[in-house]
């Protein structure tokens, strides 16, 4: 292994070593194996791809107190490492997140945010909405508490919602929003397996099983 990824893997181990909230360390990993898998089909560059999995989340500022911190931390670590084009893969690491707004100008970084977009969805998805939903002190579902649409990034990341609620505004979203070939087809299934999941729901919630 690239002495770089592997300094690149232990600092995500050892970052996300406590998060409950979905964003572990195996989170990352099944990012990093999607983004390849997705890559060799595409013909992308693996060692961009590699890196920039690695440490997209490291990067994110939902774990730190200060605006674009991670990302300075980042770009430090990558000049510290010798990455020549290291701005490049700040801009695509940027870019990744949902509440960023933004898709990646180059493919690789199209490719992370595809795989990224992947763990969203189908059964790892679900378990993870709960998972943060749980550590971020949300309910599970209030039919009271109203969908919300066109949030500000704020908004998105600190107004109350539920976790099902999480399902209309972000992840039946996700499905159109894929920006390869590949990465739609993965949706596809995954997407299919959420919505059969929130019909089970709120079945239940409305006590119509069996009817």
Same mark, same amino acid.
Not at 83 to 94: A, F, T
Not at 107 to 131: H, N, S
Not at 159 to 164: D, K, L, P, R, Y
């Given at each position: 292994?690239?002495?770089?990824?592997?300094?690149?893997?232990?600092?995500?181990?050892?970052?996300?070593?406590?998060?409950?909230?979905?964003?572990?360390?195996?989170?990352?990993?099944?990012?990093?194996?999607?983004?390849?898998?997705?890559?060799?089909?595409?013909?992308?560059?693996?060692?961009?791809?590699?890196?920039?999995?690695?440490?997209?989340?490291?990067?994110?500022?939902?774990?730190?107190?200060?605006?674009?911190?991670?990302?300075?931390?980042?770009?430090?670590?990558?000049?510290?490492?010798?990455?020549?084009?290291?701005?490049?893969?700040?801009?695509?690491?940027?870019?990744?997140?949902?509440?960023?707004?933004?898709?990646?100008?180059? !493919?690789?970084? %199209?490719?992370?945010?595809?795989?990224? #977009? $992947?763990? *969203?969805?189908?059964?790892?998805?679900?378990?993870?909405? &709960?998972?943060?939903?749980?550590?971020?002190?949300?309910?599970?579902?209030?039919?009271?508490?109203?969908?919300?649409?066109?949030?500000?990034?704020?908004?998105?990341?600190?107004?109350?919602?539920?976790?099902?609620?999480?399902?209309?505004?972000?992840?039946?979203? !996700?499905?159109? %929003?894929?920006?390869?070939?590949?990465? #739609? $087809?993965? *949706?596809?299934?995954?997407?299919?397996?959420?919505?059969? &999941?929130?019909?089970?729901?709120?079945?239940?919630?409305?006590?119509?099983?069996?009817?």
């Amino acid at each position: 292994m690239d002495r770089t990824i592997q300094n690149a893997e232990s600092w995500a181990r050892s970052f996300f070593s406590d998060d409950a909230t979905g964003h572990d360390w195996f989170h990352t990993h099944r990012v990093r194996n999607t983004a390849l898998m997705i890559g060799e089909k595409e013909r992308a560059d693996l060692y961009v791809i590699e890196l920039v999995a690695l440490l997209h989340d490291v990067a994110d500022d939902k774990f730190y107190k200060q605006e674009n911190q991670g990302l300075n931390e980042v770009a430090s670590w990558l000049k510290s490492h010798g990455v020549e084009e290291w701005q490049k893969l700040i801009d695509m690491i940027s870019s990744i997140g949902f509440s960023s707004g933004k898709t990646p100008d180059t !493919l690789e970084g %199209k490719i992370v945010q595809d795989a990224d #977009r $992947l763990e *969203a969805l189908g059964a790892i998805g679900i378990a993870r909405t &709960f998972m943060y939903a749980g550590a971020h002190g949300d309910a599970m579902y209030n039919p009271d508490i109203p969908v919300r649409e066109n949030m500000t990034k704020s908004e998105y990341r600190k107004g109350q919602s539920t976790a099902i609620n999480h399902f209309y505004e972000k992840l039946l979203k !996700l499905k159109e %929003k894929m920006n390869t070939k590949t990465g #739609r $087809l993965l *949706a596809e299934e995954r997407d299919e397996y959420m919505k059969g &999941f929130l019909d089970q729901f709120h079945r239940e919630w409305d006590s119509k099983i069996g009817s």
